[in-house]
């Protein structure tokens, strides 16, 4: 348990302090990078955003749920199902635990390398805020939550690649048929959400879904197919920082915990 919670914790540090790195260049390349995604999508003919916003906007509760969905939703839901994973299907927990921590952890290369400015920016194109339009909660709802967060980090969206390995997880570990029904629903949920909210695009949506479908296979691969000896380096690597970590709680009068060590 100790390792687990420290490879969380590290790892989320680091994505989150990842999120919170400026543009090194200003905001010209996330504007410039969005108008490309734009008129890639208009070439394609999948630049639907523009027309989802504004209907969006034309039903009032509605766009507020979907900023609250987008708000919350995102860490809550996947934070649960991993949890129930952990807890319930033990024996999958950890091909799954690192196909999300490698998506995770490639996103961030993405976020920047590609900074992106969401649609809501391009007032320009059209695009309107609804947690602004409406004054309603959001996740960039007040200045302080706006600051804490890097909003150019929307290539490859984890919006939706998150949203898309939870319900992967659920539709194969559950034995609910309602349950499974939840499981298509929220991913399709959040990418009508994260689309008419402006916070992404489709071709961000894309990226996203791939990347957790590569991360996926790559893990699954790694924990059936790789040899054991293999497998087994980095749970080894981790164990051994997490005993660091006992051993200087114990050392300044702190429980020493559980010493024991698992295969990731």
């Known amino acids: 348990m100790w390792r687990e919670l420290l490879l969380i914790a590290l790892f989320y540090t680091g994505y989150s302090l990842t999120r919170l790195v400026l543009v090194e260049d200003g905001t010209g390349p996330a504007f410039r990078h969005a108008h490309e995604i734009l008129s890639a999508e ?6 639907v955003e523009l027309w989802m916003n504004q209907a969006l906007l034309h039903v009032p509760w509605l766009a507020r749920a979907a900023n609250v969905f987008y708000a919350t939703a995102h860490f809550v839901v996947t934070i649960s199902v991993m949890a129930w994973v952990w807890r319930r299907h033990p024996q999958d927990y950890r091909w799954l635990r690192t196909s999300f921590v490698l998506a995770t ?25 609804p947690v602004t339009a409406l004054h309603s909660l959001g996740l960039y709802s007040g200045d302080a939550s706006g600051s804490f967060s890097n909003q150019y980090a929307a290539m490859p969206s984890m919006h939706a690649g998150w949203s898309i390995w939870c319900g992967f997880v659920i539709i194969k570990l559950a034995a609910r048929r309602w349950v499974k029904l939840l499981a298509v629903l929220y991913p399709a949920t959040t990418l009508f959400v994260i689309l008419s909210t402006a916070n992404h695009y489709v071709l961000d ?31 080894r690597a981790v164990g051994r920082v997490a005993a660091r970590v006992r051993r200087g709680a114990t050392a300044r009068g702190g429980p020493a915990g559980d010493s024991s060590t698992a295969e990731v």
């Open 205 to 235: 949506a894309v990226a996203g879904i791939v990347l957790i479908a590569g991360s996926l296979s790559a893990a699954w691969l790694a924990y059936h197919r790789c040899p054991a000896p293999l497998r087994g380096l980095p749970g």
């Open 42 to 47: 208009r070439f394609l003919g999948i630049d």
């Open 105 to 129: 952890g490639v996103a961030l290369f993405g976020f920047w390398l590609y900074p992106l400015a969401p649609p809501r920016f391009l007032h320009t194109e059209g695009f309107v805020d």
